[in-house]
């Protein structure tokens, strides 16, 4: 990705109400930046791809449509297209799970851990029972709500696909043993 985002962002303004302010984060397939919907103050996550990279951006929107109002996944403001960028505005969100691993220097309490552990089984069922199959969780796409909660959220819907709960899968996703 260019540094055509970086430079862009930084004025871009989606839907004439959300201003991007800094950038958060990065991964191979877009940018995640912070931002304001300037009509209620509120502090919103933003995601960008240049539009003709790929259609990842188009899936997670659609998945996080499909899980609408289930508990641990934020919630998607917007999505949709602002000049040569594809964007997408869900709820902003604390750190990840990775970010308080290093913070600790890997050492936390076994509560702390049952506890994680716990959150993280409710939130693939959620999504497990919504036909949805993750496909790329990780420490980085476990993000607490905020600074002063314990509560996690599950991002990062990119890679995901959506399968008939009822019918049984006859491929194979994601990485195939050795």
Avoid: W
Wanted: charged share 30%; hydrophobic share 35%.
């Amino acid at each position: 990705m260019s540094e055509e985002i970086d430079k862009t962002s930084m004025t871009l303004v989606v839907e004439g109400k959300y201003r991007v302010t800094t950038k958060i984060g990065e991964g191979s397939f877009g940018k995640i930046f912070a931002g304001v919907n300037s009509l209620t103050d509120e502090e919103i996550a933003i995601k960008i791809e240049k539009s003709s990279e790929s259609s990842l951006l188009k899936n997670e929107a659609k998945i996080y449509k499909l899980l609408e109002e289930s508990p641990g996944i934020p919630r998607l403001r917007s999505y949709g297209k602002e000049g040569i960028f594809n964007y997408m505005v869900i709820d902003l969100l604390g750190k990840s799970l990775e970010d308080c691993r290093v913070e600790c220097g890997g050492c936390l309490s076994l509560k702390t851990v049952l506890g994680i552990g716990l959150q993280m089984l409710r939130r693939i069922e959620t999504v497990h029972e919504n036909g949805i199959i993750h496909r790329d969780i990780k420490p980085e796409n476990l993000l607490y709500h905020d600074k002063s909660s314990d509560d996690l959220k599950l991002i990062d819907f990119g890679l995901s696909v959506h399968v008939d709960p009822h019918e049984k899968l006859t491929k194979k996703l994601g990485t195939v043993p050795l």
